[in-house]
Each structure stands twice: as structure tokens, then as C-alpha cells.
């Protein structure tokens, strides 16, 4: 509630910061304004000598991700991944260290969310899976300054002669999205 006492402070309204979170700390908009990307949250346990987080369960993704497939990425402090994106596969991005921005940006001529991008840091302090729809653009940057990590769950084996990877250089004008 407003409080009328303020009601002349001088900084002007657009000076206000936006909400970026709602009461239970979830991220407003972002990802999740892109259609068919879903991000599921693990909680963990704090075990005896560590941690303890469950990353996959089928049923996170609404039975649109069987996994097939699993790579392991590092990357060094500053790495930024050329823009990518599939045919035919889902992929399951999960940050195992460090801190990335992960861009999304939707380009599927017939999606409801058309253009739509989203940028966002992951650390697993959050533990979060961000499923990625075939058609969406993505790429990562190491904004850290450790080596990092993460995963990709996907569902379908990698095809070696055929790969179902399409391509962007990093920066490319074909994606207005910066991982800055
Ligand atoms: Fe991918």
C-alpha cells in the first residue's frame, strides 16, 4: 500500500524498480512466457557430508522428455556457446556449477510466443531444469569467474552423420538477444 507520506518523493515513477518476483519468490515472466518451455524446481537434501537433488523425473515434463541422451559441458569463465537449436529434439538444461546466463528466443513461425526471448542466471543454489522445446533458439555464457558446468538431458541419441543441431555464431543479428 502506498504510503501518502511519500506521495512527494521526488524521483519520478519510471525510476521505480520493476517486480521481478511474486510472494513466493518465483520469477516473474521470463522463460516461461516462451511457449512450451517449462522449468521444473528441484528442492534438496542437505545429507551427512554434502547435498543430495533428484534432477529427472519423467513426469516433470508432462511426458515430453524420455531421456536418450546426456552430455556434460564445461565451460571457462567468459565462454559464450554459439545460438542453437533443434529439429526434432527436446534438450533438459541443468547448471551443475558456476553461474550461466541462459538465453532462450523463440523464432517458430507458427508460436503464439513468436519472438519472445528470455535471459536468465541459473546457479544450483536453485536447482532448476529448463526444458527446451525443438524450434527454440538457446546458448549459454559462463558469467563466473570459476569454471563451470551443466548437463544436457535430451531425448533423442545424438545422430553422428545427421546431426539435428542448427546453428548461430555468437552475437549473430539473427538473434536479438544479448547474454551480457
Ligand atoms: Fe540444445
Redesign the pocket.
Known sequence: MENPEHTAFPAPAEKRARQTVDANWNPIGGALSIAGVKIVEMKNLVIKGGTLTEIYRPEWFDGLMKVEHVTHVTALPGFTSKW?C?QDQS?VLFVLGGYFRIGLYDARPDSSSQGVSSVATYHLRRPQAVF?PPGVW?ALRNVGITEAAYI?LNDRPYHYENPDDWILPAGSPDIPVSLD
Open positions: 542453437h533443434h534438450d527446451v538457446h544436457v
